[in-house]
């Protein structure tokens, strides 16, 4: 949407924004308008809008457009409505027209008081929290966020003794696979690619702890709620079962200076560096290219970095700096030794921000010109590296000696499964560790499993199901892009449980 508009105003009744929220909601209710309520489906809720009385904007008519238009959709077959914390500040701009204003809150809170305001501000009808938090997001660096399942419980039966309801969020937490993760800001806050989120069903869909004893608390208000427990006496979910499929070594590919097998397309030269979205690229990376000048004072600074969201510098392909998007502006020194040297910029695309006012203007990429002793660089060229498509590396040679690739660079590694219950069984789910390893990008047989960063943390291993791997005798294919640090093994471990707290 940026691309074409980058003054679009995000969540608002400007009319570009509007004319893609109408071309979504034709392919979106083409598909779950057969599934409402109303229609014998299992949909009897369709939420409106999300905590925008936390957005800056406050567009009333934004929201009245958008109930008309889901009403539309709807009519009578599910009710409409809106989630906000709450407060006189998220109610003042959050419920809109003809949909059920709803709060959230997790627990430890105050459900009388929670649920007696929102009653007051929607003079009665039912009481719902839409989104009773059963845990809570991870960002990279961060100490694993979650919530104590004693605390929970406790809250949730407050909740039931209110005769309220609730929705669970999470109660699967899922893995962002892919370059999927978003973020949160100001400053910028990453997040991790699990989002198992502490959630009663963990990333893997194994039930936890936690899962039981909702569930047995639950079942004390079978007969109040009319909940149904007899399919759970006879059959109790298990586990899906996992394997520790071992260790396997990984070879030397190609750097990503040398790789245009991958490139999404040739290189774009401009005059001075541009976004992401005006490359027409919304993840991965971009490689940003041009030369120092021949002549300059010694001890020159090299300024105005303006950089979203993470970038390794090199100079002549030796990395000379890492910068992240926690300051707007960045320098580095060079000296005489530097004149005429390429410089490279390798900037990641660590996620959109997904909350509040700093969602709208969330470009990525080098957004500024960068100077030489205060003279503008300028000749650039881009390099797209979005990762689309990593099947060309399957057929490189690889090289075992990892130092003569300058990083980042992509390793490889071939293997087997072992035979188990005859050939081409279903393999099982499995967790992949790289530990040892710096900071890079994981795929399994072409499919993108996500980031990987250990040595911040506080993820370490990455969800691979099993689905996405072949059974013996099929081979399978590890890639990962490394961007900082191989370790002296090259290995990386698959094993049966996943690390997410360090």
């Known amino acids: 949407m940026l691309t074409g508009n980058p003054d ?201 702890t936690k899962y039981f004893a909702i569930r047995s608390a639950l079942k004390k208000y079978k007969d109040s709620y009319n909940l149904d427990f007899d399919y759970a006496k006879e059959k109790t979910p298990m586990d899906y079962p996992k394997k520790a499929y071992g260790s396997v070594k990984l070879s030397a590919v190609v750097s990503i200076f040398n790789a245009p097998d991958i490139y999404d397309d040739e290189p774009v030269y401009e005059k001075i560096p541009q976004s992401f979205e005006t490359l027409e690229i919304y993840s991965g990376y971009v490689l940003y290219e041009t030369y120092i000048p021949k002549k300059f004072p010694d001890f020159a600074s090299l300024s105005n970095l303006k950089i979203r969201d993470r970038a390794i510098v090199y100079l002549d392909e030796e990395q000379r700096a890492i910068f992240n998007r926690s300051s707007e502006h960045y320098s580095l020194t060079l000296l005489q030794k530097d004149k005429g040297k390429k410089l490279s910029i390798f900037i990641e695309n660590q996620g959109y921000i997904n909350y509040e006012k700093h969602m709208q203007g969330d470009f990525k990429g080098l957004l500024s010109i960068p100077a030489m002793d205060g003279r503008p660089l300028l000749g650039w060229t881009m390099t797209k590296i979005s990762l689309s498509n990593v099947k060309p590396l399957h057929d490189m040679l690889t090289t075992p000696n990892s130092s003569t690739v300058k990083l980042p660079a992509f390793y490889m590694a071939e293997f087997k499964l072992p035979q188990e219950n005859g050939s081409y069984s279903q393999p099982a789910d499995t967790f992949l560790d790289p530990s040892g390893w710096g900071k890079g990008v994981v795929f399994v047989n072409g499919k993108n499993m996500g980031r990987y960063w250990p040595s911040v943390g506080p993820q370490i291993t990455l969800y691979i199901p099993g689905c996405y791997l072949k059974a013996y005798p099929g081979v399978n294919k590890l890639v990962i892009l490394e961007e900082e640090k191989v370790p002296e093994t090259l290995e990386m471990k698959f094993q049966d449980m996943h690390r997410l707290r360090g």
């Open 8 to 208: 679009m105003q995000l969540r608002t009744v400007d009319p570009p924004f509007l004319s893609f929220v109408d071309r979504w909601f034709r392919v979106l209710f083409e598909k779950i308008t057969p599934l409402l309520y109303g229609k014998g489906g299992p949909i009897f809720m369709v939420q409106v809008e999300n905590e925008y009385g936390n957005y800056f904007q406050c567009d009333q008519g934004y929201l009245r457009w958008l109930s008309e238009k889901m009403s539309s959709y709807v009519g009578k077959n599910a009710v409409l409505y809106t989630t906000d914390q709450a407060s006189d500040s998220a109610f003042k701009c959050g419920p809109a027209p003809g949909a059920l204003a709803t709060v959230d809150f997790g627990a430890g809170n105050d459900v009388d008081a929670l649920f007696d305001f929102m009653s007051y501000r929607n003079k009665g009808g039912p009481m719902v929290n839409s989104e009773f938090y059963s845990g809570w997001l991870t960002h990279w660096t961060e100490n694993f966020g979650g919530v104590a399942t004693g605390a929970v419980v406790e809250t949730m039966i407050d909740i039931l003794k209110r005769n309220a309801s609730f929705s669970i969020y999470m109660i699967h937490g899922g893995t962002n696979f892919g370059f999927t993760s978003g973020a949160n800001g100001l400053p910028y806050k990453p997040d991790i690619t699990s989002y198992d989120y502490d959630a009663p069903i963990d990333e893997a869909g194994d039930l936890t």
